[in-house]
DNA sequence: TGTTTCGCAATGCTTCTGCAATGTTGAGGG
DNA sequence: CCCTCAACATTGCAGAAGCATTGCGAAACA
C-alpha cells in the first residue's frame, strides 16, 4: 500500500510516517501544496493524507486538482478545525473522508483501511449526454450552462436513464429507481414521469430522446 | 438513489427519511435487524444507513452478514458510542464510514455524498455470437455496440437459441421458451417469429445464421 | 394557503402478434 | 430422375396489448 502524506509540521510528519511504516504501508512525505501536486501527478498512490493547513494554501484545494486530471485516489483530509461546514466542504470537493485533529491514530488507520477497501471511485461528478449536464453531487441539470428545474421524480427517472446513456433500462429497474418498496404504485404513473420528462426535454433542446422499448423498458440517447 | 435506512427510534427514523427524500433519495426504513436483514437480501440499494443500537442486537452484525452474500453496498453506520476503539470495529468489519451521534444532518449528507460517488453499473451476464452481444440482465442486444430493439418474442427466441449457439434447439424447448406453459399457440407463430428475426439480425448484419432442421428445430451460427 | 407535483384514469395511437394464405424446400418413393 | 407431400418460410392483416399523452383532484410543499 503506497500512501502519500501531505503534512507540513515535522514532528507530526515524522511521527505518522513512522506510525504507518509500521504498519507495512509506503510512505512518501510532501510538505507543501506544491510538493504534493507533483507527487500525486508523478507517482501513483492508494491513499492521500492531506491536511489542510499547509504554508502554501489550503490543502483542500489539491483534491479538485487531482480529480481534473482524472486521478480518482481516496484522500483522507486531517485538520485542525472540526465544524460541521468546514467537513461538508471538504467532502463535496472530493474528499473521501475528514478527521479531525486531535485523532487517536487507531481510528485514522480504521478509516484508512475502509478507504483503500472501497472499489476505486472512478465516477465523475456530472454525467453529460448531448448538450445537458446533471450534476449528481448538487442535483441540478444544465442545458447548455442554463439550469434546468425538474420535479424530483423526473429528476430521478432521468438520472436512471443518464446513468446508463444509450443502453436499455428495464421499467422494473426504473420503477425501483423512482419509486421505492413502500410506494404501491399500480398505475401508469412511471410512463405519465416520462412523458412529461420528454416535453421538457424537447422544450429545453437538449439533444436527447428517450426512447421507449415495448416489453423491456426505456433507454435513452442522444441526437445530433 | 434508493437508501436503505436502519433505525429504530421512530422519531429520527421519520426526520432522516423525510430529509433524505427532500434531497432526491428513495428511502426505504427497516426498524429491526430482522426487517433490514430481508430489504436487504431482496432489494439492491446504493447505501445503507445503519444505526448500531436496534431492539434485536447490534446493527452492525449485519454487514459481515451482507458481505458474505457478495453485496458490497457502502455502509454508514450511526451510533451514540464515539470512542475510539467502536469506530475502529465498525470500520474493520467492514463498514465504509462511521459517524457519532448527535451529528449535523449537513455532515451525513456530504459522507454519504463521498459514498454514492462510485459507478452504480451493475454488471450482468452477456453471451456473444458473431457480431452481437445479448446483455441477459438488462435484456438488451447490441450489435458491434448498437443497440438492436426487438420484440419481447423475438427477444425470447434470440435468447433460446443464443444460450445454445451452434447446437440444435428441439422446437418444443423453443415453444417452452417463447411462450410458456400458459398459451395455446397451435399455428406456426414460431416460424413467423424466426422469420422476423432472421430478417432484422440479417438488416443488421449481424454475422449470425438461424438454420432451420426439418422434423427437429432450429440452430443459431456464427458466419465469417 | 397558494403553488407545485403526483398518481390516476380515460383516450388515442403505435407496435406487436397470432393466424392464415401462399410460396418454397427437401426427403423419400415410385 | 422426377414427383409428391409434408414441413418450413414469408408476408399481409386484424385484433390485442402496450405505450403516450393529457386533464383532474388530492396531496405535498413552501
Same mark, same amino acid.
Given at each position: 500500500?503506497?500512501?502519500?502524506?501531505?503534512?507540513?509540521?515535522? /514532528? +507530526?510528519?515524522?511521527? $505518522?510516517?513512522?506510525? %504507518? @511504516? !509500521?504498519?507495512?504501508? #509506503?510512505?512518501?512525505?510532501?510538505?507543501?501544496?506544491?510538493?504534493?501536486?507533483?507527487?500525486?501527478?508523478?507517482?501513483?498512490?492508494?491513499?492521500?493524507?492531506?491536511?489542510?493547513?499547509?504554508?502554501?494554501?489550503?490543502?483542500?484545494?489539491?483534491?479538485?486538482?487531482?480529480?481534473?486530471?482524472?486521478?480518482?485516489?481516496?484522500?483522507?483530509?486531517?485538520?485542525?478545525?472540526?465544524?460541521?461546514?468546514?467537513?461538508?466542504?471538504?467532502?463535496?470537493?472530493?474528499?473521501?473522508?475528514?478527521?479531525?485533529?486531535?485523532?487517536?491514530?487507531? /481510528? +485514522?488507520?480504521?478509516? $484508512?483501511?475502509?478507504? %483503500? @477497501? !472501497?472499489?476505486?471511485? #472512478?465516477?465523475?461528478?456530472?454525467?453529460?449526454?448531448?448538450?445537458?449536464?446533471?450534476?449528481?453531487?448538487?442535483?441540478?441539470?444544465?442545458?447548455?450552462?442554463?439550469?434546468?428545474?425538474?420535479?424530483?421524480?423526473?429528476?430521478?427517472?432521468?438520472?436512471?436513464?443518464?446513468?446508463?446513456?444509450?443502453?436499455?433500462?428495464?421499467?422494473?429497474?426504473?420503477?425501483?429507481?423512482?419509486?421505492?418498496?413502500?410506494?404501491?404504485?399500480?398505475?401508469?404513473?412511471?410512463?405519465?414521469?416520462?412523458?412529461?420528462?420528454?416535453?421538457?426535454?424537447? /422544450?429545453?433542446?437538449?439533444?436527447?430522446?428517450?426512447?421507449?422499448? !415495448?416489453?423491456?423498458?426505456?433507454?435513452?440517447?442522444?441526437?445530433?
Amino acid at each position: 500500500m503506497r500512501i502519500l502524506l501531505v503534512e507540513d509540521e515535522p /514532528e +507530526l510528519a515524522s511521527a $505518522l510516517k513512522t506510525a %504507518l @511504516r !509500521r504498519h507495512d504501508m #509506503v510512505v512518501d512525505h510532501a510538505a507543501s501544496l506544491l510538493e504534493a501536486g507533483d507527487f500525486a501527478a508523478s507517482e501513483s498512490y492508494d491513499a492521500i493524507l492531506l491536511d489542510r493547513q499547509l504554508p502554501d494554501g489550503d490543502g483542500l484545494t489539491l483534491v479538485p486538482k487531482i480529480r481534473a486530471r482524472g486521478n480518482a485516489t481516496p484522500v483522507l483530509v486531517l485538520t485542525a478545525r472540526s465544524d460541521t461546514s468546514d467537513k461538508v466542504d471538504g467532502l463535496d470537493m472530493g474528499a473521501d473522508d475528514y478527521l479531525a485533529k486531535p485523532f487517536a491514530f487507531e /481510528e +485514522l488507520l480504521a478509516r $484508512l483501511r475502509a478507504l %483503500l @477497501r !472501497r472499489p476505486a471511485n #472512478v465516477q465523475t461528478q456530472v454525467i453529460r449526454a448531448g448538450d445537458l449536464a446533471f450534476d449528481l453531487g448538487h442535483r441540478e441539470v444544465l442545458v447548455r450552462g442554463e439550469p434546468l428545474t425538474l420535479p424530483r421524480r423526473e429528476l430521478l427517472v432521468l438520472e436512471a436513464l443518464l446513468r446508463r446513456t444509450g443502453r436499455m433500462v428495464q421499467r422494473s429497474s426504473l420503477m425501483e429507481a423512482v419509486f421505492g418498496l413502500d410506494d404501491e404504485i399500480q398505475s401508469n404513473a412511471l410512463d405519465t414521469h416520462v412523458s412529461r420528462l420528454r416535453r421538457k426535454l424537447a /422544450e429545453a433542446d437538449a439533444k436527447v430522446e428517450i426512447n421507449g422499448v !415495448r416489453g423491456v423498458g426505456y433507454l435513452l440517447r442522444e441526437i445530433s
